[in-house]
């Protein structure tokens, strides 16, 4: 099986990657310092330690569904952030915007969405108009609202989201909303309000999608939130609540942020949790 194809039961996730960047890890993590990073030269490395991120979606073939979790970047050529190969890097999995009978996100945030719309002339449409479109509505409510959307720095809810409404078949769920027989969203806010994981079960199997729960394994071990955390307090307590529970019900952990394809566990060591990929 191809390493970025993860079987669980009688899910098949395959991890596609949209882009990577790096940044200054204490730019982000601001509450650390460079000598806290020595700690983790695996994970960033450099006088200034440089921390690169994955920015990976998710495909879920499950109960005859094709299930797209998250869809990147999108090729809007923004500032500070590389454009997203989604497309391409579908269709070298085979699979054409039609295939895709469901798309969810973990959360509305800039690299997460923005392969929901496409260029067309001056307007930006769906990039999948036949498919469904599911959100948390406490995520959709949140972002969505004028205030929120239409705020600098939020301008990609502009040109990424509220172009699919009156475009696409949109369904608005519970954070809790089973997606289909073997996917259930788990309500993980902090990073966002209403960010959500997924929790994957199949025939004794079971994974946890993670979003951005965690956007580095060290933070698996760490109780470190970073500068894109909504709220960094919440978003440090849900994770630890997490990672307990991925630990102790020995869940596989697909975390998109992490290195390429993200696939792992959680493992536990001497009362420390870390990430040990497959
Ligand atoms: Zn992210």
């Known amino acids: 099986m191809a390493n970025n194809v ?10 596609i990657l949209d882009a ?30 440089m921390l690169s991120a994955s920015m990976t979606s998710f495909l879920v073939r499950a109960g005859g569904k094709t299930i797209l979790i998250d869809t990147g970047m ?8 590389p454009n997203g190969r989604l ?11 039609g295939d895709i009978d469901l798309v969810v996100v973990t959360h509305i945030h800039i690299d997460h969405v923005g392969g929901h719309t496409t260029r067309q002339g001056d307007a930006w449409v769906p990039a999948f108009p036949t498919s469904k ?13 004028p205030g929120v959307a239409h705020a600098r720095g939020n301008e990609y809810v502009v040109d990424c989201v509220l172009p699919l409404r009156d475009a696409v078949d949109i369904e608005l769920v519970s954070s809790e909303h089973r997606v289909t027989d073997e996917i259930t969203m788990l309500p993980t806010p902090g990073h966002t309000p209403a960010h959500t994981s997924y929790l994957i079960s199949s025939a004794g ?23 894109f955390d909504v709220d960094p307090v919440m978003a440090a307590e849900t994770r630890d609540a997490l990672m307990r529970r991925i630990a102790g019900e020995r ?15 959680v493992v536990e060591v001497e009362g420390r949790r870390y990430w040990r990929g497959l």
């Open 251 to 265: 869940h596989l952990l697909v975390a998109g942020h992490f290195p390429f394809p993200g696939f792992g566990r």
């Open 87 to 97: 497309p391409d890097a579908l269709a070298e999995a085979g699979v054409r915007p």
């Open 6 to 15: 993860l079987q669980v039961g009688a899910v098949e996730i395959t991890a």
């Open 20 to 49: 990577s960047f790096s940044f200054p890890a204490t730019a982000v993590f601001t509450a650390t310092t460079k000598e806290q990073w020595a700690s983790y030269p695996e994970y960033a490395t450099g006088d200034r330690p």
């Open 133 to 145: 479109h599911l959100f948390a509505q406490k995520e959709w409510d949140y972002w969505t609202a």
């Open 74 to 81: 999108g090729a809007k050529d923004r500032q500070y952030f």
């Open 205 to 227: 199997e079971s994974a946890v999608i993670l979003g951005d729960v965690a956007h580095t394994p060290v933070q698996v071990t760490e109780g470190w939130s970073g500068i």
